[in-house]
């Protein structure tokens, strides 16, 4: 837990250089476009502790598997992200001292990241060791318009002396993964070439043969004069850079711009890169800094537009939220069904792999609501297209007729994990794949996705469960063995209720949508069944009986759902119960003691329970979150949201939001320890969630948006935007009421506390609030 | 499964020279002598496929733990059985042609491993590249008289040239495990030295400072005259070498001695090793190669006459008794109680380690009856003096007040082992170290070791039980939560019968041997209760509870014991009705399938009823055995002896023989295709056991040996020695009667067939067969 972010309602803002904070604000302060990214570090060489991070998304390398122990069915490959070439850098040496602020005297230190117009911005005066002193400002950005470029303008101010400065900025393709499993390098260089004033180095990645250009051009101004000195090109491996002096004049800025450019052989042809590159450039060249930074305020402005949340009178909770919708939308932009959104999104390399469950859990809501439609079509697209590696990957696991198994983590389709209770046994993450079909559905209507992508894939899933669950002559019923569920603080445990509900829901929902096809669609259903191999009745036989004939544990004393096959036999703690000293468990307690423990990590029975709400009356609800709640240690980023909307849902309102503030700042003040491996981007979805679906209280039935809102106490208002077939929706709550403000023409039905209301094309309509 | 070596009851032996083999052979034909030993590696240079490995017993190195993903309570590190110095290499070359087989044509390869007397025989013809051709004769064995030296006498004889060899005898250290987790080489050079006729290299491990020297001295003669030749040292770091020039005359045997020691910072002062190395040597140099074989002769009949199995009627049967139990005198002989018994002895590398619950499970049983009683005393006093690391492992992992929980594997008594589901959770290794004291003093009537040292030991062990059990509100029983049994292909169950069963055991067992040392020795009983913190009232209060209301699963329907909560919804197939090409599983399904089948690696419940026998019924162990055996894959080389003896216990003659088999040549045949990385050594006991206690059905019952022989179909005869209380017994079982002949003058009682006999001094009392 940390506390050294100032609060602000539109910026992150660090005042003072403390170089034991500089690798979480590398995180916190991180860029993106959803095509490339970096860590926030300096421009200036920096010999203090960093972890230099430049990504390019959709580039990654299988790196060989690292295991203490080898089991069957293994992956031999962890698809690692890409720490990619340093388009940044500009090293500056004034009379030969070099600027570095691990060995000068660092002062008005400041950063911010400039939410509402998407830059980054860093000034300081700093102290050479010779006693002089410069000032500098540093502006930098992806650009979010042209996203292939990113840009800076670097100036830098003599204090106290005249003199001569010496500046190159390069580009550093001479890097590697701090993950890499066995210290290698993950690139080689194909060509480099300096330019008149810029330069590109074109690297491929080893094994999967990525090529990557990597540019730049630099123009340099005085005191709003441009000046032209002499550059000299600097090769290195896989490096190149253009020196050039510079008479640096008292109290006087030099401006140094550096425009790059990142392109890549998945959007063009690999042997045109270094042209393309160049092009790109030039363009953004010859557009120059200011119309950019034009240009990325107004793309921002577009986004906040259909995204933006707006928390009054608390800017501590506005500063959060907006941190999190600003990072999601730096990280994914839906524009490509090739890319997904990574852990780390560009704020880190750890976890590797760009896609986990959380994408259609977490992400999906937020993308559904504040986004085009296309961008949860080309989420689901993407697990379509990687539809085949999943049936291959559920066959080296001795499944078959097209049963599919979806990886844990993944970058391209195949398994990367390598924990055997992970990688074999999480499998709920096919269920979460298929409710995303169907939460896509019931939010867009887009019953033709079905017909088109969708069943294919939810018949593959189904197969998978019908051949996962096996008959127990014992119980006379089908049990579920050998699972993890989403409560990974348990491993190969039989008959977890979440997991065995998911089956049932995803054979029965394969089933319904195969009856809608046929219905709707009988020439595409044939050609789906033969394309499947579809034994219509024989397969749907077999799913009904499995439906019919399941096991779910469940406790007849207490009524509730049973997490698993001998819950119970736990000693029951909780959580409120234990010492403080042993918190967090993950970090505290042998693995074996966490497993034998009755603690839960996540939402397990609860996040069923929040899928399936409607299948559920209130005191079944109330039941398992009093029972299961007090037992949930919360150790995952993504377990506070779901806990936040059912709190609401169940009308505590206190606990709603105490559980939005676990997640809302998780980040921002470093709560789990880990911010300087990077931000937890998925889990910021959740945060958009506890407002939306918690406070908010929305959900989406039969083809209509509901709200159940309450305000939080601490807060005047709040107010969030919600696209909606088509119009798109601001939703203001405060104590005057519920106002449903139409921002486009489109009208649209609503219910709102049960009471159904439209709110016609550029209307606003006030409810009173509960 | 491989079938070329040759049958005979005293020899393992090789025909011919098959490179793909080399590396079986090495492991087949490994020497050893308790203190050190190696594989059967080539003395000339060999540029074929092979693993090179000489090892010194008790010289470890701590690797760094290598996992894909760290749990909290894994171990750092691992410690490995070290590849120490190669002191058996010899380089020829001949007119500058270097002798390697890999490059020759070879003639008539023949391997020995000379059981009967320890050594190691190979001869071969070669005809070189020139077409030169040689005969070679080499003999080496690691002496058991003189147990820190080896000798190797190397001749070779040209055929159709006269010639000159380069001969070079070394000392290589330079060498690395293959099974290093960083490729990282374990030693340091501390000195090297060469003399008149010889030198050594001393070395020391990294981390773990332990030194070693490795010496030789060289003599040459031919045809039978003694040569000097001018010897030329050879240095190269962590090398030295003598090198010399002979005149090679047709036909004339030219004989290279070869006398070596490895003298460690164990047993001398790190500093003197040089100078002991040397005296070492010289010692063995001044007896000479031929006396040094007659005395390594002696020392093997010796051991032959306490241990010796003798099959009638079935060579093949014979040669792998023989062979299993040379193997185990290979490996440990007892003399040290700092040592113990590694899984592949001095025959590979692979696993590290030294100390698994094999020991006291399967090799106790074996040295107990075949080696003087102070052997398995050593191996008990090897856990007491590791009882503290014991304590601080069961630390670690939560547990509190002298509670221990010994380590899977070890070397100094650290955790090595890193899968959490076995080190954290396959914690029945715990019971078997307390059911070996319980083994050790039924078979020695050694009560006193209880006292000295063996209840500090059980009632660590059984606090540690105490507390690994919770109380279950919902059963009102005491439940073991997330455990791994014997049978490793389940992890993290829950109430595994064998695990609870070994608890309860151990309490109780601590109880009465509390009880006992309190009435016999009640002053050191005051001193051990003081010494371990002993809350006699509070503390047996608690077990007999746990005791009494454990739960221990239990199917009323089959009335058998059940694996473990919800073995029987998985889905109840048979091993004889898996698919051939389903086999071995652990090679062709993945693990999650595995782990969900029923199928069941090695003896689990059965392990349980094979070591509390007495507590079962005959038709409960039928049950137990008719229902277990079926799913029983016996993919683990501890299983099928347990599965024979009770069979034999149960009367199914046949098979129990067909288990007997499957073990009695499993390195031998290359059952498991592994045996190129070593030996299994400790299940070599197994087979052992297979007999005695299966064909002989030994027992100790009320201070006596019974046994209940049969006489497999196949054999004529067998018979085997049995050492108890002071007395040697010869057991044979054949058609004409189980004739039990006393080979001391020390009287000993005896039941067979339920019908009790005495047998006086060096008398022989027949019984009739059943």
């Given amino acids: 837990m940390k506390d050294y972010i100032k609060i602000d309602e539109w910026k992150?803002?660090?005042?003072?250089?403390?170089?034991?904070?500089?690798?979480?604000?590398?995180?916190?302060?991180?860029?993106?476009?959803?095509?490339?990214?970096?860590?926030?570090?300096?421009?200036?060489?920096?010999?203090?502790?960093?972890?230099?991070?430049?990504?390019?998304?959709?580039?990654?390398?299988?790196?060989?598997?690292?295991?203490?122990?080898?089991?069957?069915?293994?992956?031999?490959?962890?698809?690692?992200?890409?720490?990619?070439?340093?388009?940044?850098?500009?090293?500056?040496?004034?009379?030969?001292?070099?600027?570095?602020?691990?060995?000068?005297?660092?002062?008005?230190?400041?950063?911010?990241?400039?939410?509402?117009e998407g830059y980054l911005k860093r000034t300081f005066t700093a102290t050479l060791p010779s006693g002089?002193?410069?000032?500098?400002?540093?502006?930098?950005?992806?650009?979010?318009?042209?996203?292939?470029?990113?840009?800076?303008?670097?100036?830098?101010?003599?204090?106290?002396?005249?003199?001569?400065?010496?500046?190159?900025?390069?580009?550093?393709?001479?890097?590697?993964?701090?993950?890499?499993?066995?210290d290698e390098k993950f690139w080689d260089e194909i060509s480099k070439q300096a330019w008149e004033n810029g330069g590109y180095v074109q690297l491929r990645t080893k094994k999967t043969g990525f090529e990557v250009a990597t540019g730049m051009m630099i123009a340099v101004s005085q005191d709003g004069k441009t000046l032209n000195p002499e550059l000299k090109p600097v090769e290195k491996e896989k490096y190149i850079a253009q020196k050039f002096n510079v008479k640096l004049i008292a109290n006087t800025p030099l401006n140094i711009y550096k425009y790059a450019a990142n392109v890549s052989s998945q959007n063009h042809e690999a042997k045109d890169l270094p042209q393309i590159a160049k092009a790109t450039i030039q363009r953004v060249f010859d557009k120059g800094f200011d119309q950019m930074l034009q240009e990325q305020a107004a793309a921002w402005a577009e986004k906040w537009k259909h995204n933006d949340i707006i928390i009054e009178g608390d800017a501590s909770a506005q500063q959060g939220i907006r941190f999190n919708i600003f990072q999601l939308n730096q990280t994914y932009t839906g524009e490509d069904a090739r890319l997904n959104i990574g852990p780390k999104g560009f704020t880190g390399e750890k976890y590797g792999g760009s896609t986990y469950w959380d994408t259609e859990a977490y992400c999906v809501p937020f993308y559904l609501a504040t986004a085009p439609q296309k961008v949860t079509r080309n989420l689901l697209y993407y697990r379509y297209k990687q539809l085949d590696k999943a049936i291959e990957n559920a066959k080296l696991l001795g499944f078959k007729d097209g049963a599919a198994l979806y990886p844990m983590v993944t970058m391209d389709g195949t398994e990367c994990h390598n924990e055997w209770e992970i990688t074999f046994e999480e499998i709920h993450r096919n269920g979460a794949i298929a409710f995303a079909i169907f939460n896509y559905v019931r939010y867009t209507g887009d019953h033709d996705f079905l017909a088109e992508f969708g069943w294919e894939v939810l018949i593959a899933i189904a197969r998978f469960w019908s051949q996962r669950v096996n008959w127990s002559e014992d119980r006379q019923q089908y049990v579920m063995l050998g699972v993890t569920g989403p409560n990974e603080y348990e491993n190969n445990i039989n008959n977890n209720w979440y997991t065995s509900t998911m089956a049932t829901w995803c054979m029965d929902y394969a089933l319904t949508v195969a009856e809608y096809i046929k219905s709707t669609h009988p020439q595409r259903f044939q050609e789906l069944a033969e394309k499947v191999n579809y034994r219509e009745q024989e397969e749907s036989q077999k799913f009904r009986e499995i439906i019919e004939k399941m096991y779910y544990p469940y406790d007849e004393k207490r009524q509730i759902f049973l997490q698993q096959d001998g819950y119970l036999d736990k000693e029951q703690i909780l959580v409120k119960d234990l010492p403080a000293s042993d918190r967090p468990i993950n970090q505290k307690w042998s693995w074996d003691r966490i497993l034998r423990s009755c603690f839960i990590k996540q939402a397990d029975v609860l996040q069923g329970i929040y899928f399936f709400e409607d299948n559920y009356d209130i005191d079944t609800i109330r039941r398992n979150f009093d029972f299961y709640e007090p037992r949930t240690v919360h150790e995952?980023?993504?377990?506070?949201?779901?806990?936040?909307?059912?709190?609401?849902?169940?009308?505590?309102?206190?606990?709603?939001?105490?559980?939005?503030?676990?997640?809302?700042?998780?980040?921002?003040?470093?709560?789990?320890?880990?911010?300087?491996?990077?931000?937890?981007?998925?889990?910021?979805?959740?945060?958009?969630?506890?407002?939306?679906?918690?406070?908010?209280?929305?959900?989406?039935?039969?083809?209509?948006?509901?709200?159940?809102?309450?305000?939080?106490?601490?807060?005047?208002?709040?107010?969030?935007?919600?696209?909606?077939?088509?119009?798109?929706?601001?939703?203001?709550?405060?104590?005057?009421?519920?106002?449903?403000?139409?921002?486009?023409?489109?009208?649209?039905?609503?219910?709102?506390?049960?009471?159904?209301?439209?709110?016609?094309?550029?209307?606003?309509?006030?409810?009173?609030?509960?």
């Avoid at 970096?38 to 580039?59: C, H, I, K, M």
């Avoid at 698809?79 to 660092?106: F, P, R, S």
């Avoid at 083809?703 to 106490?713: D, E, I, M, R």
């Fill in 12 to 116: 992150i803002i660090e005042e003072g250089f403390d170089p034991h904070l500089n690798k979480i604000s590398e995180s916190i302060f991180s860029l993106g476009n959803g095509r490339m990214g970096g860590r926030a570090n300096f421009e200036e060489a920096y010999s203090g502790d960093t972890l230099q991070g430049n990504y390019v998304a959709g580039v990654y390398y299988p790196d060989k598997t690292r295991v203490g122990w080898w089991k069957n069915g293994y992956p031999e490959y962890f698809a690692k992200v890409l720490n990619a070439a340093n388009w940044v850098g500009i090293d500056i040496a004034i009379d030969g001292e070099q600027l570095d602020l691990a060995k000068c005297k660092v002062d008005s230190f400041y950063r911010e990241l400039n939410m509402q």
């Fill in 132 to 182: 002089k002193q410069v000032s500098v400002e540093a502006i930098r950005f992806c650009s979010m318009a042209d996203d292939e470029t990113g840009a800076i303008r670097y100036t830098i101010t003599p204090l106290n002396f005249d003199g001569e400065a010496t500046i190159t900025p390069y580009i550093d393709g001479d890097v590697m993964n701090k993950d890499a499993n066995y």
């Fill in 636 to 770: 995952s980023s993504l377990s506070p949201c779901v806990h936040a909307i059912l709190a609401a849902k169940l009308g505590d309102e206190a606990r709603a939001y105490e559980f939005y503030l676990r997640t809302s700042r998780l980040d921002l003040d470093d709560y789990n320890n880990d911010t300087e491996d990077g931000c937890h981007i998925t889990s910021m979805a959740g945060t958009w969630m506890s407002v939306v679906e918690g406070f908010g209280g929305m959900r989406v039935r039969d083809n209509k948006l509901w709200f159940n809102p309450f305000l939080p106490a601490k807060w005047q208002s709040f107010s969030f935007h919600v696209g909606f077939r088509g119009a798109l929706l601001n939703i203001k709550v405060s104590k005057a009421g519920v106002q449903i403000s139409n921002q486009t023409s489109t009208e649209v039905s609503v219910v709102v506390y049960d009471q159904e209301g439209l709110i016609k094309g550029n209307d606003t309509v006030t409810f009173d609030v509960k």
